[in-house]
T-cell receptor, first 114, second 112 residues
Framework: DVKVTQSSRYLVKRTGEKVFLECVQD?????MFWYRQDPGLGLRLIYF???????EKGDIPEGYSVSREKKERFSLILESASTNQTSMYLC?????????????FGPGTRLTVT | DQQVKQNSPSLSVQEGRISILNCDYT??????FLWYKKYPAEGPTFLIS?????DKNEDGRFTVFLNKSAKHLSLHIVPSQPGDSAVYFC???????????FGKGTRLHILP
């Protein structure tokens, strides 16, 4: 069974703080993704990585950066948190296209920036 | 520009009846489509997928229909059960990369 874990379920941070969200997957997947989910907006892709040290911007990368130093771990960094980054953050992983396109999601981190 | 559209934000269906969730897309280059289900405070879970070369795929109570000419797909749940109450996301992707594009979701309420 694929398992994707996220470091925190709930997080409260102050405006201007640097925030790290960690994601770990145990299925040796090449691809890892960070999304945010907001009411009425669905899931929007922030960044994704298709290999260690490789990253690509998604649809809404502004205000975020990522790090993938090991295959199983993908970190999302909010350099200076702002209130409009209050959201549910979801990490996902998947194998390469030839093995299927299904993405496996973690439980999410509900981040509140005050 | 939304490439994957779910035009109904919510849907209520009586328990035991059929639930039909709809999804439209604009990109004719999509090679596959997926449906995900999401409960509050949990990550989405994969339900069912369909390749663009097929027009139907079935898995238990869940069937996905694809109409390429209309750029439309639908998810049928028969019979609907209380545990089906959740948000359902339609998603699509191409063989060029492993990204998928999600719709905004439809909240399904199964009424007792």
């Amino acid at each position: 069974d694929v398992k994707v874990t996220q470091s925190s379920r709930y997080l409260v941070k102050r405006t201007g703080e640097k925030v790290f969200l960690e994601c770990v997957q145990d299925m040796d997947h090449e691809n890892m993704f960070w999304y945010r989910q907001d009411p009425g907006l669905g899931l929007r892709l922030i960044y994704f990585s298709y290999d260690v040290k490789m990253k690509e911007k998604g649809d809404i990368p502004e205000g975020y950066s990522v790090s993938r130093e090991k295959k199983e771990r993908f970190s999302l960094i909010l350099e200076s948190a702002s209130t409009n980054q209050t959201s549910m953050y979801l990490c996902a992983s998947s194998d390469t296209g030839t093995s299927g396109y299904e993405q496996y999601f973690g439980p999410g981190t509900r981040l509140t920036v005050t | 520009d939304q490439q994957v559209k779910q035009n109904s934000p919510s849907l209520s269906v009586q328990e035991g009846r059929i639930s039909i969730l709809n999804c439209d897309y604009t990109n004719s280059m999509f090679d596959y489509f997926l449906w995900y289900k999401k409960y509050p405070a949990e990550g989405p879970t994969f339900l069912i997928s369909i390749s663009s070369i097929k027009d139907k795929n079935e898995d238990g109570r869940f069937t996905v229909f694809l109409n390429k000419s209309a750029k439309h797909l639908s998810l049928h749940i028969v019979p609907s059960q209380p545990g089906d109450s959740a948000v359902y996301f339609c998603a699509a992707g191409t063989n060029r990369d492993d990204k998928i594009i999600f719709g905004k979701g439809t909240r399904l309420h199964i009424l007792p």
